[in-house]
DNA sequence: GCCAACGTTGGC
DNA sequence: GCCAACGTTGGC
């Protein structure tokens, strides 16, 4: 299984819509890396669920329900989305300082190249996420 | 609200 | 195919 990580701006979509919502499709990707990231979810496949701008901070955990298709919202071939539902909600959030202050995690994505908003996620990075939100 | 980083566009 | 200009994103 590989991991993922999504941001979203609470304001345009939060964690807590995410949640009554049961599942959405991801889309408004308008980036060719994004998108090529989008297109290597498989189903089964966990993301990590972040808010960028408010919060900045890794909120929970998603699961990819259905795979890449055209993005509904745009008449345009190149762009995808994908569906995803919420699996559950991290104890205590993960934040962007939390994140940068860990030198485990200085490669992630979400580090590097902080305006990407579809990033692939090692396997021993999202344990590491997972012990921080669980040591809170 | 500002600005740095980065991706995209378009002129040559 | 290069590169400058421009737009967007997101942290601060």
Request: proline share 4%; charged share 30%; with cysteine.
């Amino acid at each position: 299984m590989q991991y993922w990580l999504i941001k979203s701006e609470p304001f345009k979509y939060s964690w807590d819509q995410f949640l009554s919502d049961k599942s959405t499709f991801w889309d408004g990707v308008r980036n060719y890396q994004a998108r090529n990231n989008l297109k290597e979810m498989k189903v089964g496949d966990h993301c990590l669920y972040y808010h960028s701008n408010e919060g900045k901070e890794i909120v929970g955990i998603a699961e990819v329900i259905k795979e890449h298709y055209p993005d509904p919202t745009i008449d345009d071939e190149r762009w995808v989305a994908v569906d995803v539902k919420p699996i559950r909600t991290l104890k205590n959030t993960v934040t962007l300082a939390q994140v940068k202050s860990d030198a485990r995690l200085d490669q992630m994505a979400l580090v590097r190249n902080s305006r990407l908003s579809v990033g692939p996620v090692k396997e021993d990075e999202f344990n590491i996420i997972m012990e921080l939100s669980e040591n809170g």
